[in-house]
């Protein structure tokens, strides 16, 4: 049975930095796509970072290139390195997996993916 369970979320000054974390167990050895969502009240899910265990380079929303950074650790655990925060990246933030290359539509990472964890939040105080 596959589960994620992310960690590191709270509270922060704007301008602070969070690590999120994810631990990954209980999907067989091959390439996955790797993500990280957030969800602030009110508003969609959002995708915020993606990394294929494949290859390639990692794809990040608009909102948050040169701010965040993704990587992983064999796919059994998946970071969030967030600098700079500011107030609207204030959300529950969620990693995700998906088996084979991460995709994009309309110019954002899919939500489609089969695995979630449960969140945590990240609450950047202006």
């Known amino acids: 049975q596959v589960q994620l369970v992310e960690s590191g979320g709270g509270s922060v000054q704007a301008g602070g930095s969070l690590n999120l974390s994810c631990t990954a167990s209980g999907y067989a050895d091959s390439n996955y796509c790797l993500g990280w969502f957030r969800q602030a009240p009110g508003k969609e899910r959002e995708g915020v970072a993606a990394?294929?265990?494949?290859?390639?380079?990692e794809i990040y929303a608009d909102s948050v290139k040169g701010r965040f950074s993704i990587s992983h650790d064999n796919a059994r655990m998946i970071y969030l390195q967030m600098n700079s925060l500011k107030p609207e990246d204030t959300a529950m933030y969620y990693c995700a997996v998906d088996r084979g290359a991460c995709v994009m539509l309309r110019g954002v990472i899919s939500p489609y993916f089969g695995y979630w964890g449960q969140g945590t939040q990240v609450t950047v105080a202006s």
């Open positions: 990394i294929y265990t494949g290859g390639g380079s």
